[in-house]
């Protein structure tokens, strides 16, 4: 076999198997594992907040994710994040980790935890109280059964296309 033939052979065989893994789209707003690690051991989770929306600032949805318990995280924090974020030098949201019009935000893990649970019971008490009322509404002439089924799934992680 020829020198050349071999060769190509072999850089062939080497390009497969660096590409054995399958291809996933990229996601702009992953946060790196080693990130949520360490904010995890800090007992803090972390989360993308939208500021803007159409180029203004939005100052409702911020406001009501400060509410909710969350803060702005600074960079000195994430340098891993550097590379692909940009840090807002000016205005209100000053010194925030950016990626596109979301900044990226921390809060307690357990305070997010708790207030989960609490919409999920407001929501199990919600539907326990609509199938009440439809119940007592049965009669025997023209009786009602209620065989709904209610389950949780979530979509496709949107993707972005630039």
């Known amino acids: ?84 974020s940009r840090i807002v030098s000016e205005g209100r949201f000053e010194n925030c980790v950016v990626r596109g019009d979301v900044a990226l ?7 997010m935890a708790s207030r989960k649970e609490y919409y999920e019971n407001r929501s199990r008490d919600m539907i326990t109280a609509v199938n009440q009322q439809l119940m007592s509404q049965s009669n025997s002439a023209m009786p009602i059964h209620n065989n709904s089924r209610s389950t949780v799934t979530r979509g496709r992680t949107p993707s972005f296309n630039d």
């Not at 291809?23 to 939208?50: C, Y």
């Not at 935000?105 to 305070?111: E, G, I, M, Y």
């Open 1 to 84: 076999m020829s020198e050349a033939r071999k060769s190509r052979e072999t850089t062939g065989r080497v390009n497969e198997e660096r590409f054995d893994e399958d291809f996933a789209e990229p996601n702009w707003l992953s946060i790196p594992g080693t990130v949520i690690d360490r904010f995890r051991d800090q007992g803090l989770v972390l989360r993308w907040v939208r500021f803007q929306i159409n180029g203004q600032d939005d100052y409702k949805n911020v406001g009501d994710r400060q509410a909710d318990g969350w803060t702005f995280v600074d960079p000195n924090d994430v340098p891993e994040m550097m590379a692909t």
């Open 105 to 111: 935000a921390q809060a307690s893990a357990k305070r």
